[in-house]
Protein backbone atom coordinates (compact mmCIF):
# COMPACT_ATOMS: atom_id res chain seq x y z
CA UNK A 1 0.00 0.00 0.00
CA UNK A 2 2.57 2.33 1.08
CA UNK A 3 4.84 1.44 -2.24
CA UNK A 4 1.67 2.28 -4.26
CA UNK A 5 1.57 5.71 -2.27
CA UNK A 6 4.52 6.43 -3.08
CA UNK A 7 4.57 5.36 -7.13
CA UNK A 8 1.60 7.50 -7.20
CA UNK A 9 3.57 10.86 -5.69
CA UNK A 10 6.60 10.65 -8.12
CA UNK A 11 3.90 9.73 -11.13
CA UNK A 12 2.67 13.31 -9.94
CA UNK A 13 5.99 14.92 -9.04
CA UNK A 14 7.32 14.00 -12.64
CA UNK A 15 4.35 15.29 -14.69
CA UNK A 16 4.23 18.45 -12.62
CA UNK A 17 8.09 18.67 -13.40
CA UNK A 18 7.25 17.67 -17.09
CA UNK A 19 4.52 20.69 -16.81
CA UNK A 20 6.54 22.85 -15.65
CA UNK A 21 9.25 22.56 -18.34
CA UNK A 22 6.52 22.68 -21.16
CA UNK A 23 5.81 26.36 -19.49
CA UNK A 24 8.00 29.46 -20.24
CA UNK A 25 8.16 32.46 -18.10
CA UNK A 26 9.48 35.72 -19.29
CA UNK A 27 10.86 38.45 -16.87
CA UNK A 28 10.91 42.03 -17.40
CA UNK A 29 13.89 42.75 -19.02
CA UNK A 30 15.01 42.52 -22.15
CA UNK A 31 18.95 41.94 -22.59
CA UNK A 32 19.26 38.96 -24.49
CA UNK A 33 15.89 37.68 -24.10
CA UNK A 34 14.14 35.14 -26.54
CA UNK A 35 11.34 36.23 -28.24
CA UNK A 36 8.41 33.93 -29.06
CA UNK A 37 7.60 34.74 -32.85
CA UNK A 38 4.83 33.06 -34.61
CA UNK A 39 5.36 32.24 -38.83
CA UNK A 40 3.23 30.57 -40.74
CA UNK A 41 5.46 29.34 -43.61
CA UNK A 42 3.67 28.97 -46.24
CA UNK A 43 4.12 32.38 -47.80
CA UNK A 44 6.36 32.45 -49.92
CA UNK A 45 8.53 34.85 -50.36
CA UNK A 46 8.11 35.91 -47.14
CA UNK A 47 7.98 32.76 -44.95
CA UNK A 48 8.20 29.49 -46.04
CA UNK A 49 10.13 26.11 -45.49
CA UNK A 50 11.72 24.96 -48.62
CA UNK A 51 12.60 21.04 -49.50
CA UNK A 52 15.31 21.26 -46.17
CA UNK A 53 12.39 21.95 -44.11
CA UNK A 54 14.48 25.30 -43.25
CA UNK A 55 12.45 28.50 -42.24
CA UNK A 56 13.18 31.26 -44.63
CA UNK A 57 12.18 33.86 -46.84
CA UNK A 58 12.47 37.90 -46.91
CA UNK A 59 10.51 37.95 -43.22
CA UNK A 60 12.92 35.69 -41.74
CA UNK A 61 16.20 37.32 -42.80
CA UNK A 62 14.95 40.68 -41.60
CA UNK A 63 13.25 39.72 -38.24
CA UNK A 64 16.52 37.55 -37.74
CA UNK A 65 19.03 40.74 -38.37
CA UNK A 66 16.66 42.88 -36.86
CA UNK A 67 17.09 40.04 -33.53
CA UNK A 68 21.17 40.35 -34.02
CA UNK A 69 20.90 44.08 -33.90
CA UNK A 70 19.00 44.76 -31.21
CA UNK A 71 20.33 41.88 -29.10
CA UNK A 72 17.70 39.33 -28.39
CA UNK A 73 17.09 35.45 -29.52
CA UNK A 74 13.89 34.44 -31.71
CA UNK A 75 12.47 30.87 -31.57
CA UNK A 76 10.13 30.64 -33.94
CA UNK A 77 6.54 28.90 -33.45
CA UNK A 78 4.52 27.75 -36.20
CA UNK A 79 0.72 29.19 -36.23
CA UNK A 80 -1.97 29.60 -38.54
CA UNK A 81 -2.14 33.29 -39.59
CA UNK A 82 -5.66 33.65 -38.46
CA UNK A 83 -4.64 32.09 -35.24
CA UNK A 84 -1.86 34.88 -34.87
CA UNK A 85 -4.17 37.92 -33.83
CA UNK A 86 -5.58 36.04 -31.03
CA UNK A 87 -1.94 34.79 -30.20
CA UNK A 88 -0.63 38.58 -29.64
CA UNK A 89 -3.76 39.18 -27.76
CA UNK A 90 -3.46 36.67 -25.21
CA UNK A 91 0.43 37.19 -25.37
CA UNK A 92 0.77 33.71 -26.36
CA UNK A 93 3.66 34.87 -28.58
CA UNK A 94 5.88 38.27 -28.15
CA UNK A 95 5.51 38.78 -32.44
CA UNK A 96 4.53 37.34 -35.76
CA UNK A 97 6.68 37.59 -38.84
CA UNK A 98 3.34 37.10 -41.68
CA UNK A 99 3.60 39.86 -43.86
CA UNK A 100 0.95 41.14 -41.79
CA UNK A 101 -0.60 44.93 -42.98
CA UNK A 102 -0.93 47.77 -41.15
CA UNK A 103 -4.86 47.82 -40.57
CA UNK A 104 -7.11 50.09 -38.35
CA UNK A 105 -8.98 47.56 -37.43
CA UNK A 106 -5.72 45.67 -36.38
CA UNK A 107 -4.24 48.54 -34.88
CA UNK A 108 -6.99 48.97 -32.26
CA UNK A 109 -6.12 45.11 -30.52
CA UNK A 110 -1.83 45.11 -31.53
CA UNK A 111 0.68 47.22 -31.90
CA UNK A 112 2.38 47.22 -35.38
CA UNK A 113 6.54 48.72 -35.48
CA UNK A 114 7.24 50.98 -38.03
CA UNK A 115 6.10 49.52 -41.78
CA UNK A 116 8.66 47.23 -43.43
CA UNK A 117 7.46 46.76 -46.70
CA UNK A 118 5.35 48.14 -49.46
CA UNK A 119 2.71 45.91 -50.76
CA UNK A 120 -0.62 45.78 -52.06
CA UNK A 121 -3.18 42.92 -53.43
CA UNK A 122 -3.71 41.70 -56.84
CA UNK A 123 -6.09 39.18 -58.65
CA UNK A 124 -4.88 35.90 -59.96
CA UNK A 125 -6.61 34.32 -62.46
CA UNK A 126 -6.26 31.29 -65.44
CA UNK A 127 -4.17 32.51 -68.51
CA UNK A 128 -7.57 31.52 -70.60
CA UNK A 129 -9.63 33.96 -68.87
CA UNK A 130 -10.08 36.91 -70.34
CA UNK A 131 -13.21 38.82 -68.93
CA UNK A 132 -11.48 39.37 -65.13
CA UNK A 133 -9.49 42.88 -65.50
CA UNK A 134 -10.20 44.57 -62.32
CA UNK A 135 -11.98 44.46 -58.66
CA UNK A 136 -15.28 45.41 -60.78
CA UNK A 137 -14.86 42.75 -62.81
CA UNK A 138 -15.40 39.88 -59.85
CA UNK A 139 -19.09 40.77 -59.45
CA UNK A 140 -20.82 37.66 -59.41
CA UNK A 141 -17.75 35.26 -59.52
CA UNK A 142 -16.55 33.20 -57.36
CA UNK A 143 -13.25 34.24 -55.13
CA UNK A 144 -10.81 32.18 -53.50
CA UNK A 145 -8.95 34.28 -50.18
CA UNK A 146 -6.82 33.07 -47.38
CA UNK A 147 -8.84 33.38 -43.97
CA UNK A 148 -7.69 36.63 -42.01
CA UNK A 149 -6.35 38.47 -44.53
CA UNK A 150 -7.01 41.67 -46.30
CA UNK A 151 -7.74 39.82 -49.77
CA UNK A 152 -10.72 38.18 -47.81
CA UNK A 153 -11.33 41.40 -46.43
CA UNK A 154 -11.60 43.08 -49.90
CA UNK A 155 -13.07 40.18 -51.30
CA UNK A 156 -16.11 40.27 -48.98
CA UNK A 157 -16.44 44.27 -49.80
CA UNK A 158 -17.15 43.50 -53.58
CA UNK A 159 -20.78 43.30 -54.20
CA UNK A 160 -22.27 40.23 -55.23
CA UNK A 161 -18.46 38.03 -55.05
CA UNK A 162 -18.64 34.41 -54.04
CA UNK A 163 -16.16 33.82 -51.51
CA UNK A 164 -13.91 30.63 -50.84
CA UNK A 165 -11.61 30.68 -48.21
CA UNK A 166 -8.78 28.55 -47.30
CA UNK A 167 -6.52 28.35 -44.71
CA UNK A 168 -3.26 29.36 -46.53
CA UNK A 169 -2.29 30.86 -49.69
CA UNK A 170 -1.02 27.70 -51.35
CA UNK A 171 -4.62 26.25 -51.21
CA UNK A 172 -5.89 29.31 -52.80
CA UNK A 173 -4.08 29.23 -55.70
CA UNK A 174 -4.46 25.08 -56.08
CA UNK A 175 -8.21 26.24 -55.52
CA UNK A 176 -7.70 28.17 -59.03
CA UNK A 177 -6.18 25.80 -60.86
CA UNK A 178 -8.58 22.59 -59.99
CA UNK A 179 -11.50 25.25 -61.28
CA UNK A 180 -12.71 25.92 -57.89
CA UNK A 181 -12.78 29.42 -58.28
CA UNK A 182 -12.40 31.83 -60.97
CA UNK A 183 -9.62 34.60 -59.38
CA UNK A 184 -7.60 34.97 -56.10
CA UNK A 185 -7.09 38.01 -54.28
CA UNK A 186 -3.88 37.95 -52.47
CA UNK A 187 -0.97 39.91 -51.82
CA UNK A 188 0.93 40.97 -54.91
CA UNK A 189 4.43 39.50 -54.84
CA UNK A 190 3.34 36.31 -53.28
CA UNK A 191 1.06 35.43 -55.80
CA UNK A 192 3.99 36.48 -58.43
CA UNK A 193 6.48 34.42 -56.43
CA UNK A 194 3.72 31.78 -56.24
CA UNK A 195 3.48 31.59 -59.95
CA UNK A 196 7.26 31.53 -60.57
CA UNK A 197 8.45 29.07 -58.21
CA UNK A 198 5.53 26.89 -58.22
CA UNK A 199 5.47 26.34 -62.52
CA UNK A 200 1.73 27.25 -62.52
CA UNK A 201 2.26 28.20 -66.08
CA UNK A 202 -2.09 27.99 -66.75
CA UNK A 203 -2.04 31.20 -64.17
CA UNK A 204 -1.75 35.05 -64.08
CA UNK A 205 -2.17 38.41 -62.34
CA UNK A 206 -4.26 40.12 -63.95
CA UNK A 207 -3.82 43.29 -62.52
CA UNK A 208 -0.63 44.63 -60.26
CA UNK A 209 -0.82 46.30 -56.60
CA UNK A 210 -4.66 47.14 -56.60
CA UNK A 211 -4.27 48.58 -52.91
CA UNK A 212 -1.17 50.13 -50.89
CA UNK A 213 -0.64 48.46 -48.11
CA UNK A 214 2.45 48.67 -45.72
CA UNK A 215 3.87 45.15 -43.52
CA UNK A 216 4.98 46.05 -39.84
CA UNK A 217 5.74 43.21 -37.41
CA UNK A 218 2.53 42.74 -35.04
CA UNK A 219 3.35 42.38 -30.73
CA UNK A 220 0.78 42.31 -28.03
CA UNK A 221 -0.28 45.61 -26.66
CA UNK A 222 1.84 47.34 -24.64
CA UNK A 223 4.47 45.24 -25.01
CA UNK A 224 8.19 46.43 -24.25
CA UNK A 225 9.48 44.30 -27.23
CA UNK A 226 8.24 46.66 -29.62
CA UNK A 227 10.51 49.61 -28.87
CA UNK A 228 13.36 46.60 -29.91
CA UNK A 229 11.90 45.68 -32.93
CA UNK A 230 11.72 49.04 -34.09
CA UNK A 231 15.04 49.73 -32.93
CA UNK A 232 16.64 46.68 -34.76
CA UNK A 233 14.58 47.65 -37.47
CA UNK A 234 15.84 51.07 -37.79
CA UNK A 235 19.40 50.07 -37.51
CA UNK A 236 18.59 47.77 -40.26
CA UNK A 237 17.41 49.75 -42.20
CA UNK A 238 20.45 52.54 -42.10
CA UNK A 239 23.32 50.14 -42.20
CA UNK A 240 22.25 48.90 -45.72
CA UNK A 241 21.34 45.38 -43.86
CA UNK A 242 17.59 45.61 -45.10
CA UNK A 243 18.61 46.48 -48.76
CA UNK A 244 20.90 44.05 -48.53
CA UNK A 245 18.17 41.54 -47.95
CA UNK A 246 15.40 43.15 -49.98
CA UNK A 247 17.91 42.80 -52.74
CA UNK A 248 18.58 39.07 -52.02
CA UNK A 249 14.74 38.08 -52.15
CA UNK A 250 13.69 40.70 -55.16
CA UNK A 251 16.64 41.39 -57.10
CA UNK A 252 16.21 45.52 -56.85
CA UNK A 253 16.84 48.27 -54.62
CA UNK A 254 14.09 48.82 -51.89
CA UNK A 255 11.51 51.62 -52.17
CA UNK A 256 11.68 54.46 -50.05
CA UNK A 257 9.48 53.40 -46.80
CA UNK A 258 7.55 55.79 -44.49
CA UNK A 259 9.41 55.99 -41.25
CA UNK A 260 5.75 55.90 -39.57
CA UNK A 261 2.71 54.22 -40.45
CA UNK A 262 -0.24 56.22 -41.77
CA UNK A 263 -2.49 54.33 -39.20
CA UNK A 264 -1.25 54.63 -35.79
CA UNK A 265 -1.48 52.03 -33.14
CA UNK A 266 -4.67 53.08 -30.89
CA UNK A 267 -4.59 52.42 -27.17
CA UNK A 268 -6.56 49.78 -26.36
CA UNK A 269 -9.32 50.17 -23.90
CA UNK A 270 -10.11 47.36 -21.20
CA UNK A 271 -13.42 47.35 -18.55
CA UNK A 272 -16.30 46.77 -17.89
CA UNK A 273 -17.48 47.10 -21.38
CA UNK A 274 -15.22 43.97 -21.80
CA UNK A 275 -18.08 41.62 -20.76
CA UNK A 276 -21.05 43.47 -22.93
CA UNK A 277 -18.68 43.52 -25.92
CA UNK A 278 -18.16 39.62 -24.99
CA UNK A 279 -21.71 39.49 -24.98
CA UNK A 280 -22.76 41.24 -28.42
CA UNK A 281 -20.14 39.24 -30.16
CA UNK A 282 -21.82 36.17 -29.47
CA UNK A 283 -25.48 37.37 -29.57
CA UNK A 284 -24.70 38.67 -33.19
CA UNK A 285 -23.12 35.69 -34.16
CA UNK A 286 -25.09 33.58 -33.02
CA UNK A 287 -27.73 33.53 -36.05
CA UNK A 288 -24.94 32.86 -38.40
CA UNK A 289 -23.74 30.08 -35.99
CA UNK A 290 -26.51 28.16 -35.96
CA UNK A 291 -27.41 28.51 -39.80
CA UNK A 292 -23.50 26.55 -39.41
CA UNK A 293 -25.25 24.09 -37.55
CA UNK A 294 -28.13 23.42 -40.32
CA UNK A 295 -25.82 23.06 -42.75
CA UNK A 296 -23.40 20.41 -39.96
CA UNK A 297 -26.78 18.77 -39.65
CA UNK A 298 -27.25 18.43 -43.66
CA UNK A 299 -23.52 17.63 -44.45
CA UNK A 300 -24.03 15.15 -41.47
CA UNK A 301 -27.55 13.61 -42.42
CA UNK A 302 -26.36 12.59 -46.15
CA UNK A 303 -22.75 11.57 -45.31
CA UNK A 304 -24.66 9.19 -42.67
CA UNK A 305 -27.16 8.06 -44.77
CA UNK A 306 -24.73 7.30 -48.00
CA UNK A 307 -22.28 5.50 -45.42
CA UNK A 308 -24.72 3.37 -43.44
CA UNK A 309 -25.94 1.94 -47.60
CA UNK A 310 -22.29 1.47 -48.61
CA UNK A 311 -21.44 0.08 -45.24
CA UNK A 312 -23.73 -2.39 -45.23
CA UNK A 313 -22.70 -3.39 -48.62
CA UNK A 314 -19.19 -3.66 -47.85
CA UNK A 315 -20.13 -4.94 -44.09
CA UNK A 316 -21.92 -7.90 -45.70
CA UNK A 317 -19.76 -8.12 -48.52
CA UNK A 318 -16.73 -8.78 -45.59
CA UNK A 319 -18.55 -11.84 -44.72
CA UNK A 320 -18.53 -13.46 -48.26
CA UNK A 321 -17.82 -16.57 -48.70
CA UNK A 322 -15.57 -15.28 -52.00
CA UNK A 323 -12.22 -14.46 -51.62
CA UNK A 324 -11.66 -12.19 -53.94
CA UNK A 325 -14.61 -9.97 -52.29
CA UNK A 326 -13.50 -10.13 -49.19
CA UNK A 327 -10.23 -9.17 -49.76
CA UNK A 328 -11.22 -6.05 -51.84
CA UNK A 329 -13.85 -5.29 -48.82
CA UNK A 330 -11.15 -5.78 -46.41
CA UNK A 331 -8.75 -3.53 -47.94
CA UNK A 332 -11.36 -1.04 -48.25
CA UNK A 333 -11.52 -1.12 -44.64
CA UNK A 334 -7.89 -0.69 -44.08
CA UNK A 335 -7.72 1.91 -46.47
CA UNK A 336 -10.34 4.35 -45.10
CA UNK A 337 -9.73 3.58 -41.61
CA UNK A 338 -5.70 3.90 -41.86
CA UNK A 339 -5.32 7.17 -43.64
CA UNK A 340 -6.44 10.46 -41.47
CA UNK A 341 -9.91 11.84 -42.68
CA UNK A 342 -8.11 15.20 -43.22
CA UNK A 343 -5.63 13.68 -46.07
CA UNK A 344 -8.64 12.01 -47.45
CA UNK A 345 -10.84 15.19 -47.75
CA UNK A 346 -7.27 17.07 -49.32
CA UNK A 347 -7.22 14.32 -51.72
CA UNK A 348 -10.78 14.04 -53.05
CA UNK A 349 -11.07 17.95 -53.44
CA UNK A 350 -7.74 18.71 -54.43
CA UNK A 351 -6.20 15.44 -55.20
CA UNK A 352 -8.67 14.00 -57.98
CA UNK A 353 -9.33 17.20 -60.08
CA UNK A 354 -5.30 17.78 -60.37
CA UNK A 355 -5.01 14.11 -61.40
CA UNK A 356 -7.88 14.46 -63.75
CA UNK A 357 -5.81 17.65 -65.77
CA UNK A 358 -2.68 15.47 -65.61
CA UNK A 359 -4.99 13.04 -68.08
CA UNK A 360 -6.46 15.94 -69.92
CA UNK A 361 -10.32 16.33 -68.62
CA UNK A 362 -11.49 18.61 -66.57
CA UNK A 363 -13.26 17.76 -62.70
CA UNK A 364 -14.68 20.60 -60.82
CA UNK A 365 -15.70 18.96 -58.27
CA UNK A 366 -18.41 21.04 -55.83
CA UNK A 367 -17.31 21.51 -51.88
CA UNK A 368 -20.61 19.82 -50.83
CA UNK A 369 -19.97 17.09 -53.54
CA UNK A 370 -16.33 16.73 -52.41
CA UNK A 371 -16.85 16.79 -48.72
CA UNK A 372 -20.13 14.35 -48.92
CA UNK A 373 -17.90 12.22 -50.62
CA UNK A 374 -15.34 11.95 -48.34
CA UNK A 375 -17.28 11.81 -45.26
CA UNK A 376 -19.46 8.82 -46.29
CA UNK A 377 -16.43 6.86 -47.67
CA UNK A 378 -14.85 7.41 -44.73
CA UNK A 379 -17.57 5.97 -42.06
CA UNK A 380 -18.94 3.62 -44.28
CA UNK A 381 -15.21 1.87 -43.85
CA UNK A 382 -16.26 2.07 -39.88
CA UNK A 383 -19.93 1.51 -40.87
CA UNK A 384 -19.17 -1.98 -42.84
CA UNK A 385 -17.19 -3.18 -39.38
CA UNK A 386 -19.96 -2.63 -36.77
CA UNK A 387 -22.26 -4.11 -40.01
CA UNK A 388 -20.19 -6.91 -40.09
CA UNK A 389 -19.43 -7.60 -36.06
CA UNK A 390 -23.52 -7.24 -35.42
CA UNK A 391 -23.81 -9.97 -37.95
CA UNK A 392 -21.64 -12.08 -37.04
CA UNK A 393 -22.35 -11.99 -33.29
CA UNK A 394 -25.49 -13.74 -33.82
CA UNK A 395 -24.97 -17.76 -32.95
CA UNK A 396 -24.87 -19.50 -36.03
CA UNK A 397 -27.36 -21.74 -34.42
CA UNK A 398 -29.77 -19.55 -34.93
CA UNK A 399 -29.61 -19.43 -38.86
CA UNK A 400 -29.41 -23.47 -39.21
CA UNK A 401 -32.48 -23.28 -36.90
CA UNK A 402 -34.22 -21.22 -39.08
CA UNK A 403 -33.22 -22.86 -41.94
CA UNK A 404 -34.46 -26.00 -40.86
CA UNK A 405 -37.83 -24.24 -40.78
CA UNK A 406 -37.89 -23.96 -44.14
CA UNK A 407 -36.35 -20.02 -44.52
CA UNK A 408 -34.46 -18.84 -47.30
CA UNK A 409 -31.30 -17.47 -46.85
CA UNK A 410 -32.65 -14.19 -47.50
CA UNK A 411 -35.75 -14.67 -45.04
CA UNK A 412 -32.84 -15.58 -42.68
CA UNK A 413 -31.17 -12.75 -42.46
CA UNK A 414 -34.24 -10.04 -42.90
CA UNK A 415 -36.79 -12.13 -40.01
CA UNK A 416 -34.02 -13.86 -37.57
CA UNK A 417 -30.22 -12.38 -38.34
CA UNK A 418 -30.90 -8.66 -38.85
CA UNK A 419 -33.67 -7.67 -36.40
CA UNK A 420 -31.46 -8.78 -33.18
CA UNK A 421 -27.81 -7.49 -35.32
CA UNK A 422 -29.88 -4.25 -35.44
CA UNK A 423 -29.93 -3.77 -31.35
CA UNK A 424 -26.83 -4.79 -30.86
CA UNK A 425 -25.46 -2.65 -33.87
CA UNK A 426 -27.07 0.30 -32.52
CA UNK A 427 -24.77 1.70 -30.01
CA UNK A 428 -21.65 1.43 -32.19
CA UNK A 429 -23.89 3.23 -35.02
CA UNK A 430 -24.76 6.14 -32.58
CA UNK A 431 -21.33 6.73 -31.69
CA UNK A 432 -20.31 6.55 -35.42
CA UNK A 433 -23.12 8.86 -36.02
CA UNK A 434 -21.96 11.37 -33.09
CA UNK A 435 -18.19 11.26 -34.50
CA UNK A 436 -19.24 12.17 -37.79
CA UNK A 437 -20.95 14.83 -36.59
CA UNK A 438 -18.15 16.06 -35.26
CA UNK A 439 -16.04 15.22 -38.13
CA UNK A 440 -17.05 17.52 -40.37
CA UNK A 441 -15.42 20.58 -38.81
CA UNK A 442 -12.66 18.67 -40.45
CA UNK A 443 -14.08 19.85 -44.26
CA UNK A 444 -13.72 23.28 -42.85
CA UNK A 445 -9.99 23.08 -44.75
CA UNK A 446 -11.71 23.12 -48.24
CA UNK A 447 -13.51 26.04 -47.18
CA UNK A 448 -16.92 24.37 -46.66
CA UNK A 449 -18.84 26.86 -44.12
CA UNK A 450 -20.26 24.60 -41.38
CA UNK A 451 -20.74 25.30 -37.91
CA UNK A 452 -16.61 25.50 -36.80
CA UNK A 453 -15.63 27.64 -40.34
CA UNK A 454 -18.61 29.52 -39.61
CA UNK A 455 -16.58 30.47 -36.00
CA UNK A 456 -13.42 30.77 -37.47
CA UNK A 457 -14.79 33.37 -40.19
CA UNK A 458 -16.29 35.27 -37.16
CA UNK A 459 -12.74 35.31 -35.59
CA UNK A 460 -10.71 35.81 -38.30
CA UNK A 461 -13.01 39.65 -38.54
CA UNK A 462 -13.55 40.13 -34.54
CA UNK A 463 -10.62 38.39 -33.13
CA UNK A 464 -12.86 37.33 -30.38
CA UNK A 465 -11.58 33.41 -30.39
CA UNK A 466 -12.72 32.49 -26.90
CA UNK A 467 -15.81 33.97 -26.99
CA UNK A 468 -16.80 32.65 -30.34
CA UNK A 469 -15.08 28.78 -30.22
CA UNK A 470 -17.08 27.85 -26.40
CA UNK A 471 -20.11 28.96 -28.02
CA UNK A 472 -19.37 26.40 -30.99
CA UNK A 473 -18.59 23.74 -28.59
CA UNK A 474 -21.76 24.57 -27.25
CA UNK A 475 -23.44 24.30 -30.28
CA UNK A 476 -22.14 20.59 -31.08
CA UNK A 477 -22.21 19.85 -27.59
CA UNK A 478 -26.19 20.93 -27.53
CA UNK A 479 -26.31 18.67 -31.13
CA UNK A 480 -24.46 15.82 -29.90
CA UNK A 481 -26.22 15.15 -26.45
CA UNK A 482 -29.53 15.77 -28.88
CA UNK A 483 -28.53 12.44 -31.02
CA UNK A 484 -27.18 10.71 -28.05
CA UNK A 485 -30.30 10.88 -26.31
CA UNK A 486 -32.74 9.76 -29.51
CA UNK A 487 -29.89 6.77 -30.17
CA UNK A 488 -30.61 5.51 -26.44
CA UNK A 489 -34.61 6.13 -27.14
CA UNK A 490 -34.39 4.15 -30.17
CA UNK A 491 -32.21 1.27 -28.48
CA UNK A 492 -34.58 1.16 -25.78
CA UNK A 493 -38.04 0.78 -28.46
CA UNK A 494 -35.75 -1.93 -30.11
CA UNK A 495 -35.30 -3.92 -26.70
CA UNK A 496 -38.35 -6.53 -26.31
CA UNK A 497 -38.36 -7.16 -22.52
CA UNK A 498 -38.33 -3.50 -21.47
CA UNK A 499 -41.25 -2.65 -24.36
CA UNK A 500 -43.39 -5.56 -22.77
CA UNK A 501 -42.63 -4.43 -19.05
CA UNK A 502 -44.11 -1.16 -20.56
N1 LIG B 1 -0.79 40.95 -46.01
C1 LIG B 1 -1.99 40.21 -45.88
C2 LIG B 1 -2.65 40.51 -44.56
O1 LIG B 1 -2.03 41.04 -43.69
C3 LIG B 1 -1.77 38.72 -46.00
C4 LIG B 1 -0.82 38.13 -45.03
C5 LIG B 1 -0.84 36.63 -45.02
N2 LIG B 1 0.28 36.16 -44.30
C6 LIG B 1 0.59 34.86 -44.12
N3 LIG B 1 1.65 34.55 -43.45
N4 LIG B 1 -0.18 33.94 -44.61
O2 LIG B 1 -3.78 40.24 -44.34
Do not use: H
Not at 10 to 35: D, E, M, R, V
Not at 396 to 416: C, I, N
Not at 473 to 500: C, D, G, H, M
Amino acid sequence: MARLTVIRWLILGLSCLFLLSGCSFTNGSTAGKTLTVAVEPTFPPFEFQSGTSELQGFDVDLMNAIAQSAGFQVKYQNMPFAGMIPALQTQTVDAAVAAMTITAQRAKIISFSRPYFKSGLAIATRTDNQNITNFASLKNKIIGVQIGTTGALKAKSLPGSEIRTFNDSPLTLQALINGNVDAVLNDQVVILYGIKSGNLNRLKVVSSLLTEEFYGFPTPKGSPNLDLINQGLATVLKNGTYAQIYQKWFGIQPPQLPEKSPIENQTSKKGVSELFTSLSIIFKSLPVLLGGALVTLELTTLSVLLGILGGSLIGIVRLSPALPLRFCAGAYVDFFRGTPLLVQIFMIYFGLPALAQTFGFTLNLNRLVAAVIALSLNSAAYIAEIVRAGIQSIEPGQAEASQSLGLSSVQTMRYVIFPQALRRMLPPLGNQFISLLKDTSLVAVIGFEELFRKGQLIVAESYRSFEIYATVALVYLFLTLLFSQAFSRWERSLNPIKKQSK
